[in-house]
């Protein structure tokens, strides 16, 4: 950006100079020409365009003021705009509202189409660049944390951070010792203003942990496997030792859902309103929040399902099984769409990036694996001395991975490998769940001994998008984007695991899309009718007559058949003896050891 | 150690009075918005859909006549004027806005044929049965006074049609032969003959304004340039037209209604050839009107229906029925291009609205920009299957309907038996001729 403002002032800058050596008085015109015709002789070959800036500006001398106040190029005060023109904007900007390539027009288009796809292609162009200088104006950048040269970053601890930061930041370090019902799995909303923590033995408790203001506490007197938000802060499903439950914010059962039973995670699918549900009986289930109906039950037959979780690009479901193999699913097939072998042991945990193009697993083999799953590639394996428990990303691609006790957060795990953590934390307890709060510098922890809020600079995405999702939004505003969304929700069918496929031309061949009626209607419409004679009165369908016309049929059949193959021989032919001919002139001796 | 964290200040984030409007602040970047095209998907899903529950276009019906409605004029002025002239020699005067009759004239004996406005909208020019051409002040007379006519002239044969040139005073009527008037004279100052037949229908160019063409019940579609002597050339077609409209944007256009249920748009230039036919109707096609846009146009059918074509499509985009319309004789496009008048046999003028779903009355800036993504969505996603679908669907009567299916089968068998013809004669002997230049007979210089 420096560079562009740089060569724009010095642009300007020649243009002043060239205007005033144009206005010359008649005393300086002739040395100045004097001057210029000396320099003409030195040089070889003047640069043409000199040559035609010098006759303009000559041929202008009267004219000039006038052109100056037309252009405009002054201001009121006569100085010239040192910055003209709209502001730069970094080709990196750009290229992040890039959308797939752009269409490339074949010399054959023509007519309608080529403009229809010209004018199309510089609408895309404006946005982007719209978009892009939007960018410039967004209020707020993201943290930071930096480590003193004789330091590093992971030493640092939290109480140092809440001491360097300003007040309301420090108040994001938070300890919450709730001792008798642990450990704690945890949940933050969308816009990352609410908390929802459900401790093992039952207490379920969901409050803004901002203002630390408690919206309803109460003990559901069952085990609790897993809690997780709705698409908004008044409603939570909870996952208890026989059913699953959903409770609104002040704690009322609203429902039980008795058709999912034994549920260990949960996932909530926010612009498809579905909530993923795994069993221990080794089932997935889809359930539509929206209608209350069960979108799709698949049974995985891969026993227990206890790591979970979900693609927030493509809605995709991953399952990590104890066999080492991450799964995924969508609701609508019975198949996983892919299964990767990630691990020797058994798969412990389970995140994937904002993006949907890195996954990061960690499994009893003490090791943590970065992969591409676009390409489905490893990138990066470290090994853990213990191995992690609970995996999660920020929005700005940190990894938080707890072993045991003590939580750590790495930075940049897909690029460069990562020798040391960016930070690390411990706790009182064994971790049990692990978030980082969207739109917040903060990490959520939930362990054996209560929750802890931990301060982690640079985790969270530092400028909202007030229509998706507004953590300073109203009741009204609330409800009026409930609405919004439940309108476009996304069927469940739309799930794939390229959502941009569906707008783009399905380039499918006939007889590929032939082929695939064929198989949904089960025959082939296209396919020729068998021959049936038709009935004929008075004595002439006897059963002589009609096998006669059958025969008659298929004969024909056979003959075209066999003029068909003749013709095919015979062009065969033609051609084989022309490239004869062509050799027999141009053969070598040699050419008789061919065989 | 440097440390920053991420810390709002909500004033920047929340209105600071009840009074002001909540502050939304943007982000754009694509990854804090995931799945872009299935919710834009969704979101033209749903305006597909709401357009169809929307579709609500029959406005007003217009009743009083006491005989069918035999042709219509538009006011070229004023958008809330339509005249009407019925069966009966009846000519009524309607001001829409109110719906209401404001005049009502006795002018001839037997059927109004044909009636047309004066291009300043001062008077206005009525045809009928009694070989009588007559021109009226278009002002209602005052409190006591009489209708008075401006003008009356005693033509030879019966008129079928007439209209007036678009700057001069000079008028055509049509019946045995084309006649071109002048406003001050009471014979006509040209004629034009071409074999004895007679013209149920002539038209100005509205663009190239001394041309003119005519449709003649001897099957063909006459061309006139009122500089020459002589009509310039004439198509010849299987089946008669029964009108023709200019198209008001693109000079060299015309569109035709034939009997044969179809309408042919040509090219003046080439008329061996349509540009398009436009298919779609299931009896005779008896009248059509180009928008002033000169991008679609409405066509009245004997089959009770009538239907909007855009100018370059093969089927219409839009049909509209009502179980009381009879076959519809004459139809309008209003000047404003925002309704459609269509009289019809059972002495009713309905309005409609041109675009079904349109919201009536003065949008709102916020209404206005919906609108416009919606229809965005809707043509980016229009050949998704299920939009296509729902898009596409309209009901029709079960008469329609039979008939429609009935001419598919009938079509079928058609080609069926060209193909059968052509394959069982020597190679080479039956030219193909393209479905477009099947109707056209010939045509002649």
Redesign the interface.
Known sequence: MAAATEVALTESHVGKKKKKNAVKRYWETTEENETEEKNEQNRTQPNKEERKRKTETQGMKGGQKKKKTLKGKKTLSGNSDPFPGPAPIPKENIQKFERGDATKLSSETRGKLKHTLLHSESASDLAKTQAARFDLLLPEDAGFLEADEDEETCTIAQEDIAEAVDITSATKYFNLSLTQFGPYRLDYTRNGRHLLLGGRRGHVSCFDWQSKQLMCEINVMETVNDVRWLHTETMFAVAQKKWLYIYDSSGIELHCIRRFNDVLRMQFLPYHFLLATASSTGFLQYLDVSVGKEVAATCTKAGRLDVMAQNPYNAIIHLGHPTGTVTMWSPNQREPLVKMLCHRGGVRSLAVDKTGTYMVTSGLDRRLKVFDIRAFRPLQSYGLPAGASCLSLSQRGLLSASTGDTVQVYKDVWGTPVKKPYMAHRVHGSVWGVQFCPFEDVLGIGHSEGFTSMIVPGAGEPNFDGLDANPYRTVKQRQEWEVKALLEKIQPELICLEPAKLGEVDRASWEQRHREKVERLGFDPLAKEKFTPRQKKKGRSSTGNIQKRKKQVAHEDQRELMTKTVEERLIKEKEMSQKKKTTQGQGSALDRFNK | ????????N?D???RETTKDV??????????????????????AL?ATKLERVFAKPFVASLDGHRDGVNCMAKHPSSLSTLLSGSCDGEVKVWNLPTRKCVRTLQAHEGFVRGMCVRFCGASFFTVGDDRTIKQWKMDTPGYGEEEELLNTILGKTVLTGIDHHQKESLFATCGQQVDIWDEQRSSPIRTFTWGVDSFSCVRFNPVETELLASCASDRSIVLYDMREANPLKKVIMSLRSNTLCWNPMEAYYFTCSNEDYNLYTFDMRRLDTPVTVHKDHVSAVLDLDYSPTGREFVSASFDKTIRIFPKNMGHSREVYHTKRMQHVICVRWSLDSRYIMAGSDEMNIRLWKANASEKLGVLTPREKAAQNYSQKLKSKFQH?PQIRRIAHHRHLPKGVYLQKKELQVMTAARRRKERNVKKHSKPGSIPTVAEKEKNIVAVVK
């Open positions: 150690m440097k440390v920053k964290v991420l810390c709002r909500p920047d984030y929340v909540q502050r939304v602040p943007r982000n754009y970047d694509p990854s804090l918005h995931p799945f872009e095209v299935p919710r834009e998907y969704t979101r749903n998704h």
